[in-house]
């Protein structure tokens, strides 16, 4: 049974920094491809960012670019989402998702064969 387990969300101010973690288990880890969505209330989920099988390959919203750093260990099996100069707009449930397939810079959360539970992550102004 594939899980993956988010944890590192709370509360922050606006500019600061949160590091998220995705532990997975139940599938192997280095052949899946890695992605960060969120949810705001009352919108639809978002793409944040994925991140290639090897971890060579990385790709962002335009929303965090350059704030946000897309990061995996398959030693640990685990996929990170650093997050800096934190919004308020942030404010969000992070998710992590696994998807069994070729990197391609998968956005859609279609594509996406597995999700977590859910992280909340809120930044206060």
């Known amino acids: 049974q594939v899980q993956l387990d988010e944890s590192g969300g709370g509360l922050v101010q606006a500019g600061g920094s949160l590091r998220l973690s995705c532990a997975a288990s139940?599938?192997?880890?280095?052949?899946?491809?890695m992605g960060w969505f969120r949810q705001a209330p009352g919108k639809e989920r978002e793409f944040v960012a994925t991140?290639?099988?090897?971890?060579?390959?990385?790709y962002y919203a335009d929303a965090v670019k350059g704030r946000f750093s897309i990061s995996r260990d398959n030693a640990k099996a685990t996929v990170y989402l650093q997050m800096n100069s934190l919004k308020p707009e942030d404010t969000a449930v992070y998710y992590c998702?696994?998807?069994?397939?070729?990197?391609?810079?998968?956005?859609?959360?279609?594509?996406?064969?597995?999700w977590g539970q859910g992280t909340q992550v809120t930044v206060s102004s």
């Open positions: 139940g599938l192997t880890f280095s052949n899946s491809v």
């Open positions: 991140i290639s099988r090897s971890g060579g390959g990385t």
């Open positions: 998702a696994a998807e069994l397939g070729v990197w391609r810079q998968q956005s859609s959360s279609k594509a996406y064969d597995y």
